[in-house]
Structure formats: C-alpha cells, structure tokens
C-alpha cells in the first residue's frame, strides 16, 4: 500500500528558512498531483501549495504566496517544499497528500515559527 512521509520541520526564529520534504513510497508519485497543507491549533486543515503531475504548474496559498516554493523530485519519489520568511502565523503540522488520487494522509511534521 502507499505512503507519504513529512519530514523537515522544526523550530526556527521568525524570518527563517526550512525545506520539508514529502516521500513516497508503494505507489508512483510522479503520475499524481500533490499538496502541501497544514493545520494550526484549533484551525482548519488549509492548502498551501500543490504542484501538478508534470512540474508545469504551481500554486500558492496568498498567505504564503513569494516565501514558500514547491518543487518535485520525481527520479527520489519526493515533493519538496522550501519556506523562506518564516512568520509565527506560519506554525503548524504540515502534511502533504495527492490532490485527485487515492488519500496519504501521514502524520505530518511540525513547524513552529518562535524567537
């Protein structure tokens, strides 16, 4: 059966950097489209960015919109999201999934933006 793996996150002062990383693993990542999301403490689970089957297109949330880039490995199986300009309304769990295909959810890794 597949599954997606998080890793990356951590604690970073406000301003800081960190690249998460989706991996997969029983299924062929490159055919589907994925997502990065995330859920805060008593929010919502919100999309904040995704990247289409092929590399040609992105999207962003506004929120995180010129601060965080995604970007695919499809030869490592792997998603990528790089987050510049780390803000404290950016901690939460971060998971990610396929967007139109069968769901990973994992159990997500967990940034926190504190000085």
């Known amino acids: 059966q597949g599954q997606l793996v998080e890793s990356g996150g951590g604690l970073v002062q406000p301003g800081g950097s960190l690249r998460l990383s989706c991996a997969a693993s029983?299924?062929?990542?490159?055919?589907?489209?994925i997502g990065w999301f995330r859920q805060a403490p008593g929010k919502g689970r919100e999309r904040v960015s995704c990247?289409?089957?092929?590399?040609?297109?992105?999207g962003y949330a506004d929120s995180v919109k010129g601060r965080f880039t995604i970007s695919r490995d499809n030869a490592k199986s792997t998603v990528y999201l790089q987050m510049n300009s780390l803000k404290p309304d950016d901690t939460a769990v971060y998971y990610c999934?396929?967007?139109?295909?069968?769901?990973?959810w994992g159990q997500g890794t967990q940034v926190t933006v504190s000085s």
């Open positions: 999934n396929t967007l139109y295909g069968p769901n990973y």
């Open positions: 029983g299924f062929s990542l490159e055919y589907y489209a």
């Open positions: 990247i289409d089957s092929s590399e040609g297109g992105t």
